[in-house]
């Protein structure tokens, strides 16, 4: 995941169209279960903290990168962090392409409850959202798109770009579990 300082310093370094920086949409953290598996309340930061002491086991990701960072930081912020790692049981380390490799802790039932984002969790009919995080604890993922100052074809990136910000596409990204910016 690439943060607006990275994109910043691409672009000063000239790899990017500095008048081409578009935010497309956004994804919230999700707690997930799964399908037909009783839903905790997670309304609250009480709540929640609740939940995942209730909690016979909680998929953790394996691999380093944002589900894993929210994850300490949360459980962090909760003062749980000592608390839960015996519940802790961690993703196999993914083949190259693939991701959420976490929820198959859940969907096989290695593990009673998960983190993820809304919309990795809506793709799953294996699984069932609790609900997203509570506001205190919410972080969003941003998609943003670019244009390399390499581009082949930068009248048809741009094109792409607009697509993707139209009602229509808008309307996909939301049913998707994406918030359209």
Not at 33 to 39: D, I, M
Not at 123 to 152: H, K
């Amino acid at each position: 995941m690439e943060t607006p300082s990275q994109w910043e310093a691409l672009a000063s370094e000239g790899k990017l169209d500095s008048g081409v920086r578009t935010n497309l949409a956004s994804v919230k953290w999700a707690l997930h279960v799964k399908r037909g598996a009783p839903k905790p309340n997670i309304d609250t930061v009480d709540a929640l903290r609740q939940a995942l002491l209730n909690a016979n086991s909680i998929a953790y990701s394996s691999v380093q990168g944002p589900i894993r960072a929210y994850q300490a930081r949360v459980t962090d912020q909760l003062g749980l962090t000592d608390a839960l790692k015996a519940k802790a049981r961690y993703g196999r380390t993914p083949r190259p392409g693939e991701v959420g490799v976490t929820f198959e802790l859940v969907m096989n039932g290695e593990a009673d409850i998960g983190f993820g984002s809304v919309s990795e969790i809506l793709a799953r009919p294996a699984l069932e959202m609790v609900g997203p995080m509570p506001p205190e604890l919410q972080s969003t993922i941003s998609f943003v798109a670019v244009l390399p100052i390499t581009a082949s074809e930068p009248a048809v990136a741009k094109a792409l770009i607009e697509f993707l910000r139209s009602p229509k596409a808008r309307a996909v990204l939301k049913q998707a579990g994406l918030e359209p910016d």
